[in-house]
């Protein structure tokens, strides 16, 4: 018998019940005790802020010359200062804003969705399907990923979609082991094993019984995956393999890079801009991973 | 015989960041040489935390808030860290309950037990191979010489306690703490643990400590007795004596609900027989009831079991039980 | 009568990486009559919990047949299997890990009626109403989540759940090994208690013979994948004749018994591993009356009095090493 | 060893899924060689284009061009690159090895840096360090490692000139064989502390999630029950332990750490393959990228074959642990 100590009980309920506990309520309020996790969604509500209500309070057009190219920061026209075509810095960092994290929120979801998918019929069904689809897996995940995506932009096109798609294409392997992993660890557990006895189908135990037991540590893992993809189209656009004609952090860092000794602010602010965003995206990661399990968070 | 360790009125309490909760409350144990001592009760009364505050390894956010742990003369709560690590596994070693975890799973058995053998008796590479190799054969390991080399995965569940017990055992301990040790282990391995450590009890005069949820293991190791229930000790006496004459509602409740082996003509009156039944459960930690803790279960608790702390009252020879009613027992179950 | 549950040589094998394959249940077979309870006690690595899984078909046998009540479970697949599920439903070892911690209480208890569609919609709460009465808890509970109640307080929402359907057969797969004393015992009451009002069928899988003894009407002991004994539970504890029971018997620690385990009979060495199983007798290794007909020969399996069944060259012959069953032998 | 054997025919068979691809995206790309030599010589007569379809086999059907591209590049013929004239695959044996330096010193800083800095976090989670490395660990992660590039080389150019900027050696060249090791050593360190910048997060947050969980065990547990000191018990019994996911995210990470190698080639010049992709993706020189794609996808393979006999090494329960072939009775159960 093992020692199965109690701790977490209530009375026993026959008497004045307590309150139900969701396992959702105690995930929240572990969530907004922990400052980190507050300090990134501060981060990211700023970057969404600035980018989507940007254009509102800083109305001037990114494209068109306001000053004289390479203006420090802090000069009447461009409070942040321009770039090497007299553009204002700070109009281009927030249009720059809404490609980058487009792309890298839409690349996210594909490598998500597929990485799930792929990852929960090998985890469930196993044998040989679970074989087949490791090994396509492992297939993309020998061939590194930012050369896998240079090629097939330059063969389909340097289109908004083609980078969105090229980015999830290449990068769902590690969501899918990760799912994998889940749905053979749940699949075993004495509750799935309940549910099929009691007459469950195979899509009712995927979607009803594993998939929200499997949710957490997946949420986590797309969200790092946001992170990852807006950094993956940050390097695709300063390679200059970015859609040419829609600005993005990358594609300023790109265009700037040959002043940098005498511009230093073209190719600093974009990046900072990066920085921040991927920072407060990874802080909110780990905020929900602690608070899952909670035995990580008492350390 | 003087005890060679003496636990008197040891506190434990937990900082589960709001307060401090008492996990043991004031418990008093005596360990002679040669004899073993059953500390008995249902998981969550602190048993194993009496274990850790004796061998100084309270997990994080426990600590010891009173009383005294005396190993051969010394205050082991007073000791300095260094001197706690010169007596562990040395004069007091400690096995555990999951032969699966319990050893290093990428470290070869002879190393894990000449580990201890280096570094208290300052034994080198070739001497320290003999001991583990000594030590194998005391604890009845088939074939010893291959299972030096081998890794701990590639030995089934009562070799590896067997293991445990060879670690305990090298430097030639004056107290062993068993915690649980055959509660994960099949019953015929079970058997032929409790037999080995018998047998190594008699050669080496060892004390033993046997943890354990089960009476059946205490009649069979024991020879004294205490009974733990929410962090206090409820009852204490020899085995026989507490076994035949159990003088707590709680010992009295546990025999009760141990369901019996009924063979050859006894076979027949098995199937009338019913199981006992304690209602309830054990408080959890912070809800432990002001005066007697087992009243909320108790068949015989009144007015006084729920206002008065019941004081220790001599049941028989070297035989005490702390309760209000210990006169009335035939009532119970 | 025929019997509710008829099994017969029912095989599990699992095939390994390295090409070996592990044979869990080796040919097993017995029948369990409406309102018995037939208990399967056996050691780790025996496949008393494969037979288990293999009757909820959460596994699927290689060989032998299963039928409950007229069905064949064994060869049924997909819908025709799923429609039969209501028959038969299980209780698992852990409380910990056989409730969705997503689903609150009633919910829990209420999803077989909703997976098959049983009864009306309206119905289905009464009856799970009815069902946390049945076992002891406030119908109020049904709001809260697993994470509220204790281990046996969750034992006791398994054994609702298990009910629901008014199944013929429960398959209980060590419902109390994880369960402290005190609560073991209110459950196995709790068992007991149900079975008398509502005739309930249960297999009961263990590896504690003295609660074999306490819940069971038919005992069958398992070693390595085979019955080695099989008998009425008051024949097999008043006759037992097969030295691997007379191990466990032995090795069984009760609080009042009074000899000291040096004296009492014990087999050295643990069960070999059922990947590749000896031939002739598998406990010829470990028995203490092996001979050379035990290591070569698979033992026949002898009938006595009240189909109490022994596989063992010498059933009969040898004097119990037990003091108890000897003298009843006598 | 049978399963060495088993894991070569798989690399190899996925090496020919990596060639197979190669050959889909040729067919798919824009236009073909042909079409690309008659650009180059600004036009061409019917007759003329007819024959190099012919000699290029681009008339043949699909298959056939396949198997005609998987023979020619058994004998190492990866096609002829136009900008850099000359055989793709002498292009691709010149840069090879900048490029594998850079990778390999980068993930070396990586690990060792990075597995340091959570090792000791780990023993002291909540120490001044432990949240240094927790700071450092997601800064390195968020930053693009272009970015971290272009400010190093800020840094580095103009206000501490103290390393070389761009490419791998000197104009100059240097006399002494010495000399000239020395030389791309200190034109190495920028790219390859960029480099490492992200995965010294990675592996920092790794090694302390995976030693806090090891240093919970039960077998470290016994550990301390031997009296060993912290010391001992984290590089004796939990290092090595801790250590097998770190091994494991070698092997499967090595892939992203070319995608990195791209990036910072291009920032420093580093004239490695990296550099070469990015040159050859600009004009469109399809063979030589595939090429590129395929050398990776080997070198990506090649580590994953190093880190799974790492792995056998650390952790016997995998690497078959014993050296003496004997298999003991009565195995695990």
Redesign the interface.
């Known amino acids: 018998?093992?020692?199965?100590?109690?701790?977490?009980?209530?009375?026993?309920?026959?008497a004045t019940?307590?309150k139900?506990?969701?396992?959702a309520l105690e995930f929240l309020r572990a969530f907004a005790r922990n400052q980190s996790a507050i300090i990134g969604l501060i981060l990211l509500a700023i970057v969404l802020g600035t980018t989507f209500l940007g254009p509102v309070f800083y109305d001037v057009d990114p494209y068109s010359m306001v000053d004289m190219p390479f203006v420090a920061p802090g000069g009447d026209y461009a409070p942040l200062g321009t770039d090497y075509l007299g553009r204002d810095m700070l109009a281009g960092i927030i249009e720059g804003g809404r490609a980058t994290l487009a792309v890298g929120a839409a690349a996210a979801v594909i490598s998500v969705v597929i990485g799930i998918l792929i990852g929960s019929l090998a985890g469930y069904f196993g044998g040989w399907i679970d074989a087949a689809l490791m090994?396509v897996t492992?297939?993309f995940?020998?061939?590194?990923?930012?050369?896998?995506a240079?090629?097939?932009v330059?063969?389909?096109g340097a289109t908004l979609v083609t980078i969105t798609i090229a980015i999830g294409a290449v990068s769902w392997p590690q969501v899918a082991?990760l799912a994998r992993a889940e749905f053979m660890k749940i699949r075993k557990?004495?509750?799935v094993?309940?549910?099929?006895?009691?007459?469950?189908?195979d899509a009712?135990l995927i979607f009803r019984?594993i998939l929200?037991?499997a949710l957490p540590p997946l949420v986590v893992a797309a969200g790092l995956a946001v992170?990852a993809a807006i950094?993956f189209e940050?390097?695709m656009s300063?390679?200059?393999?970015g859609d040419p004609n829609t600005m993005s952090w990358?594609l300023i860092?790109g265009q700037n890079?040959n002043y940098?000794?005498d511009a230093?602010w073209t190719?600093?602010l974009p990046?900072v801009a990066?920085?921040?965003t991927?920072?407060a995206i990874?802080?909110v990661g780990?905020g929900i991973n602690d608070a899952l399990n909670p035995k990580?968070r008492r350390? | 015989m003087d005890p060679v360790l003496e636990i008197t009125d040891l506190k434990v309490g937990v900082d589960t960041g709001r307060q401090v909760q008492s996990v043991l409350d004031g418990v008093s144990l005596k360990l002679t040489p040669g004899k073993t001592l059953g500390v008995v009760g249902e998981s969550g009364c602190g048993k194993s935390m009496t274990a850790l505050s004796t061998m100084g390894l309270l997990p994080d956010r426990f600590a010891v808030s009173g009383g005294s742990i005396n190993l051969m003369g010394e205050d082991l709560l007073a000791a300095k860290p260094a001197r706690m690590r010169e007596l562990r596994g040395n004069a007091i070693s400690m096995i555990f309950q999951e032969p699966m975890t319990a050893l290093n799973p990428v470290l070869t058995v002879e190393r894990q037990i000449a580990e201890v053998v280096e570094l208290h008796q300052g034994k080198t590479g070739a001497e320290a191979r003999e001991i583990a190799l000594e030590m194998l054969r005391a604890v009845q390991i088939p074939s010893p010489e291959d299972r030096l080399a081998a890794y701990p995965h590639e030995l089934s569940g009562g070799m590896r306690q067997r293991v445990m017990i060879a670690i305990a055992l090298a430097c030639r301990p004056k107290v062993i703490i068993a915690d649980e040790p055959t509660t994960a282990l099949d019953v015929t391995v079970q058997a032929q643990i409790f037999r080995l450590l018998r047998e190594l009890q008699e050669q080496t005069e060892t004390a033993i400590m046997l943890i354990t949820h089960d009476l059946g293991a205490v009649a069979e190791m024991a020879d004294e007795v205490a009974v733990l229930y929410a962090g206090k000790c409820v009852e204490s006496g020899p085995v026989r004596e507490i076994l035949s004459n159990p003088s707590h509602p709680y010992t009295r409740g546990l025999m009760a609900c141990t369901p019996r082996l009924r063979l050859g003509a006894a076979a027949a009156s098995a199937a009338e027989e019913g199981l006992g039944e304690i209602p309830g459960m054990v408080p959890p930690l912070g809800r432990f009831p002001k005066a007697c803790r087992f009243a909320p279960r108790c068949a015989l608790a009144d007015a006084r079991c729920h206002a008065e702390a019941p004081p220790l009252v001599p049941a028989g020879p070297d035989h005490s039980a702390l309760c209000w009613h210990t006169d009335k027992m035939e009532q119970v179950a | 009568m025929t019997p509710l549950l008829d099994v017969q040589d029912l095989k599990v094998h699992f095939p390994l990486a390295n090409g070996s394959t592990v044979h869990a249940v080796d040919g097993v077979s017995f029948q369990v009559n409406e309102g018995d309870s037939f208990g399967i006690v056996g050691e780790s690595g025996s496949g008393k919990s494969t037979t288990a899984q293999a009757l909820m078909r959460l596994v699927d046998p290689v060989a032998g047949s299963i039928t409950l009540d007229k069905h064949d479970l064994g060869r049924l697949e997909g819908e025709a299997l799923r429609s039969l599920r209501h028959m038969l439903q299980m209780v698992f070892q852990d409380p910990y890990s056989s409730l969705n911690p997503w689903l609150r209480a009633g919910q829990a208890v209420r999803e077989p009626l909703d997976l098959m569609g049983l009864g009306p919609a309206r119905g289905r709460d009464k009856r799970v109403d009815e069902m946390f009465r049945a076992v002891g808890l406030h119908p109020d509970a049904k709001r809260l989540f697993p994470h509220q109640f204790s281990g046996g307080q969750r034992q006791r929402l398994c054994i609702a759940r298990a009910m629901v359907t008014e199944p013929r057969l429960i398959v209980c797969d060590e419902p109390v090994s994880a369960l402290d004393v005190a609560i073991q015992a209110q459950i196995l009451n709790l068992l007991k208690k149900l079975q008398a009002e509502k005739h309930l069928t249960y297999v009961f899988i263990s590896h504690d013979l003295a609660v074999v003894q306490h819940l069971c009407t038919h005992v069958a002991v398992m070693y390595l994948g085979e019955f080695v004994e099989t008998a009425p539970t008051q024949e097999l504890f008043a006759n037992a004749k097969h030295p691997y029971t007379w191990s466990l018997m032995a090795a069984a620690l009760s609080p009042d018994d009074t000899t000291p385990s040096t004296e009492r009979f014990t087999v050295t060495g643990e069960p070999p591993s059922p990947i590749n199983p000896p031939k002739g007798c598998r406990f010829a290794g470990r028995c203490p009356f092996a001979t050379d007909t035990c290591r070569a020969e698979k033992p026949p399996v002898k009938t006595f009095a009240e189909g109490h069944k022994v596989a063992c060259h010498y059933a009969g012959e040898l004097t119990p090493p037990l003091p108890e069953l000897a003298a009843h032998a006598a | 060893m049978p399963p060495l054997v088993k894991r070569l025919a798989s690399a190899i068979g996925l090496l020919v899924a990596v060639l197979v691809l190669n050959f889909l995206l040729i067919q798919m790309a824009p236009g073909d060689p042909v079409e690309v030599i008659v650009g180059e010589m600004g036009g061409a007569s019917e007759e003329l284009i007819a024959r190099l379809r012919a000699e290029y086999g681009l008339d043949k059907p699909v298959i056939v061009q396949l198997g005609l591209y998987l023979s020619k590049v058994v004998t190492g013929d990866f096609g002829y690159s136009y900008y850099f004239n000359q055989p793709v695959l002498s292009l691709i044996l010149q840069r090879l090895p900048a490029t594998i330096l850079l990778v390999v010193s980068s993930l070396m800083i990586a690990v060792v840096v990075g597995t340091l800095m959570g090792i000791y976090s780990a023993r002291k989670p909540k120490g001044l360090l432990s949240h240094f490395v927790t700071i450092f660990s997601l800064v390195g992660y968020a930053a693009p490692v272009f970015w971290t590039g272009l400010m190093l080389l800020i840094l580095f150019a103009s206000v501490f000139p103290i390393f070389p900027v761009s490419g791998m050696q000197n104009v100059r060249g240097s006399e002494t064989w010495i000399g000239a090791v020395l030389d791309v050593l200190h034109h190495l360190v920028l790219p390859s502390v960029t480099l490492a910048s992200i995965y010294i997060a990675t592996y920092s947050r790794l090694s302390r999630a995976s030693m806090l969980d090891v240093l919970g065990s039960d077998y470290i547990r016994t550990a301390r029950a031997k009296g060993l000191n912290e010391r001992r018990v984290i590089f004796g019994h939990a290092l090595r332990n801790g250590l097998i996911p770190v091994v494991t995210m070698v092997g499967l990470q090595f892939g992203q750490l070319f995608a990195g190698a791209v990036l910072v080639e291009t920032v420093f010049n580093w004239p490695g393959l990296g550099r070469l992709a990015y040159e050859s993706i600009l004009r469109r020189d399809y063979p030589t990228i595939l090429a590129i794609l395929f050398f990776s996808a080997i070198l990506v393979m090649v580590a994953n074959i190093l880190t799974d006999l790492a792995y056998g090494r650390i952790d016997p329960r995998i690497g078959g642990g014993r050296r003496k072939p004997s298999k003991p009775k009565g195995a695990a159960q």
């Open positions: 018998m093992t020692e199965t100590t109690s701790a977490r009980t209530t009375a026993a309920p026959e019940g307590p139900p506990a969701h396992p090994k492992e297939f995940q020998i061939l590194p990923t930012l050369l896998l240079m090629v097939l330059t063969i389909f082991r557990l004495d509750y094993q309940a549910a099929r006895t009691a007459g469950a189908r009712y019984v929200p037991a992170g950094l940050a390097g300063f390679l200059g393999l990358g860092i890079r940098l000794l230093w190719v600093t990046g990066i920085f921040i991927v920072l990874s802080l780990d990580l350390r």
